[in-house]
């Protein structure tokens, strides 16, 4: 579901299901249905970086060129997917980071990702204790009001002592200025006359550069 106001192309769009395959065996994909053509799609097994508790693997959904664009305030319609083990051997699925038992019914699912060309702009990556790297306090902690509509506060995980390049970027890699000032480990940022939609924060604190999404409405 497109909810800005300007079309994405699909083949700029790539979904995320995070999972643990219980086993050695080789993951296999169905697509029993879609609105956008089976033909429309594409699908791989990836292993990520950091492996951590509930998603040793994921599901990597995305699309062809021919599947044209997202439009504002549209969506591709039903897309009906399976996956199994090569040897048929079950997946326990209830420690699966993704997994959430719906029914039948849609509901939003923010343990599914999505992307726009590599950017987070859906959902909420797994985190904790890495089972292969141990890992440190660093970066964003939390970006609110999110979304916000002519300004934010960004929280750091430390003391801001310096900011250098703060821009908000749109799906279109278009930037856009913003004001800022900072104090103790928040830096507020307002900006003005933008367009609603979906916003990455690009910038660097501390010499350490980041991203973080912003939806602004």
Do not use: C
């Not at 999972?19 to 993951?27: D, G, I, R, V, W």
């Not at 609105?35 to 508790?53: D, H, K, L, M």
């Amino acid at each position: 579901l497109n909810t800005g106001n300007q079309p994405v192309a699909l083949q700029d769009i790539t979904l995320r299901y995070w999972l643990t395959p219980e086993s050695q065996s080789a993951l296999n994909y169905n697509i029993d249905y879609a609105v956008i053509s089976s033909s429309n799609i594409t699908g791989a097994f990836q292993t990520p970086e950091v492996i951590y508790e509930g998603a040793e693997r994921y599901f990597e959904v995305g699309f062809t060129q021919n599947a044209g664009a997202l439009n504002a305030f549209s969506q591709t319609g039903e897309m009906k997917f399976r996956i199994n083990k090569q040897d048929w051997s079950s997946f326990i699925e209830s420690d699966d980071f993704s997994y959430r038992s719906t029914g039948n019914t849609f509901e939003d699912n923010l343990k599914i990702t999505g992307y726009i060309n590599g950017q987070l702009v859906w959902g909420e990556e797994p985190s904790g204790v890495s089972a292969s790297r141990p890992q440190t306090p660093s970066g964003i902690v939390s970006v609110y009001p999110n979304p916000a509509t002519n300004a934010t506060t960004l929280l750091w995980y430390k003391t801001i002592g310096q900011v250098n390049n703060l821009h908000l970027v749109d799906y279109m890699n278009v930037s856009y200025n913003v004001e800022y000032n900072f104090s103790g480990d928040e830096l507020a940022i307002q900006f003005f006359n933008l367009n609603t939609g979906i916003y990455m924060i690009v910038g660097s604190i501390n010499g350490e550069g980041f991203t973080h999404r912003l939806v602004i409405e």
